[in-house]
């Protein structure tokens, strides 16, 4: 089993930065790709960022390209989320969530990966 915590959610203005963390613990060695998925009140859970299990390979939706960066420490069991230039839609919960079978690439999908987190709370005001 793995377990993923998130942390370094919060809240800031608009414009601002927030560095989301997870660090996973358990039989690590079985992580692959390892993802961020976000989920506003009322709205289905929505793929944000994935990172290849070495990081040669990184996707983003289009609603953060060029804002929000995606990184991992494979030594510390950690992956990042650094987030620039918050909007309102930024708001939401934000969940780690780590992949088991792909070897190659970083998944969009939610079925494609096999852990979660519980999630962090991002929430940016005006």
């Known amino acids: 089993q793995v377990q993923l915590a998130e942390s370094g959610g919060g809240l800031v203005q608009a414009g601002g930065s927030l560095r989301l963390s997870c660090a996973a613990s358990g039989r690590t060695f079985s992580l692959y790709a390892m993802g961020w998925f976000r989920q506003a009140p009322g709205k289905e859970r929505e793929f944000v960022a994935a990172?290849?299990?070495?990081?040669?390979?990184?996707n983003y939706v289009d609603s953060v390209k060029g804002r929000f960066t995606i990184s991992r420490d494979n030594a510390k069991n950690t992956v990042f989320l650094q987030m620039t230039s918050l909007k309102l839609e930024d708001t939401a919960v934000y969940f780690c969530?780590?992949?088991?079978?792909?070897?190659?690439?970083?998944?969009?999908?939610?079925?494609?990966?096999?852990?979660w987190g519980q999630g962090t709370q991002v929430t940016v005001s005006s």
């Open positions: 990172i290849s299990k070495y990081g040669s390979t990184t």
């Open positions: 969530a780590g992949d088991t079978s792909v070897m190659i690439g970083a998944p969009k999908h939610i079925y494609e990966y096999d852990y």
